[in-house]
T-cell receptor, first 116, second 111 residues
Framework: DAGVIQSPRHEVTEMGQEVTLRCKPI?????LFWYRQTMMRGLELLIY????????DSGMPEDRFSAKMPNASFSTLKIQPSEPRDSAVYFC??????????????FGSGTQLSVL | GENVEQHPSTLSVQEGDSAVIKCTYS??????FPWYKQELGKRPQLIID?????GEKKDQRIAVTLNKTAKHFSLHITETQPEDSAVYFC??????????FGKGTRLSVIA
């Protein structure tokens, strides 16, 4: 298995533009998580899905952020409009079970987002 | 909700010495405590985990201890090597909530 695949690896955009981050979880995994990493705040959970259904999006910072999981093999995180303070590394992770916790997370390589 | 505090934020040790990173958590229902290692520019990867029915777990040069009464757990790395240099994250979760991570410890092993 290729692991969790994220694209793009790097994204540079201008303030106000729409940004879409993509994630393909490991085949057979039932839970998917989006995390944001910054120096100041560390790894913050934005949203997670079980069996493609969003369970908890309380970590999504604002209405500018939205996430979808149309099927078991694909998820997107969209920021519209983007702002400089959104600059961070965004990680997608998946895990085998349907419960949110108590098991290993497999992280993707991350997307380094820079909003100018 | 769960809150995880991690100390220190940075740690420098001489090669061959031991390193200890400590974390505290707030939710007494938490029962799973993993540690992730993130090398520069790479993804976090699980290195060891412990569940609440165990007080200590070892895997070669790394060990984790858990004190449920005090709600703290620690990572111990013995005989440190330059390749141990990385950012280490602790995390905690109960059965129904996702992992909450500490803010990380940047470990530098000086040769």
């Amino acid at each position: 298995d290729a692991g969790v695949i994220q694209s793009p690896r790097h994204e540079v955009t201008e303030m106000g533009q729409e940004v879409t981050l993509r994630c393909k979880p490991i085949s057979g995994h039932n839970s998917l998580f989006w995390y944001r990493q910054t120096m100041m705040r560390g790894l913050e959970l934005l949203i997670y899905f079980n069996n493609n259904v969003p369970i908890d999006d309380s970590g999504m910072p604002e209405d500018r952020f939205s996430a979808k999981m149309p099927n078991a093999s694909f998820s997107t995180l969209k920021i519209q409009p983007s702002e400089p303070r959104d600059s961070a590394v965004y990680f997608c992770a998946s895990s085998p079970g349907v419960r949110a916790a108590n098991e290993k997370l497999f992280f993707g390589s991350g997307t380094q987002l820079s909003v100018l | 909700g769960e809150n995880v505090e991690q100390h220190p934020s940075t740690l420098s040790v001489q090669e061959g010495d031991s390193a200890v990173i400590k974390c505290t958590y707030s939710d007494s229902a938490s029962n799973y405590f993993p540690w992730y290692k993130q090398e520069l520019g790479k993804r976090p990867q699980l290195i060891i985990d412990i569940r609440s029915n165990v007080g200590e777990k070892k895997d070669q040069r790394i060990a984790v201890t858990l004190n449920k009464t005090a709600k703290h757990f620690s990572l111990h790395i013995t005989e440190t090597q330059p390749e141990d240099s990385a950012v280490y994250f602790c995390a905690a979760s109960s059965g129904n909530t996702p992992l909450v991570f500490g803010k990380g410890t940047r470990l530098s092993v000086i040769a």
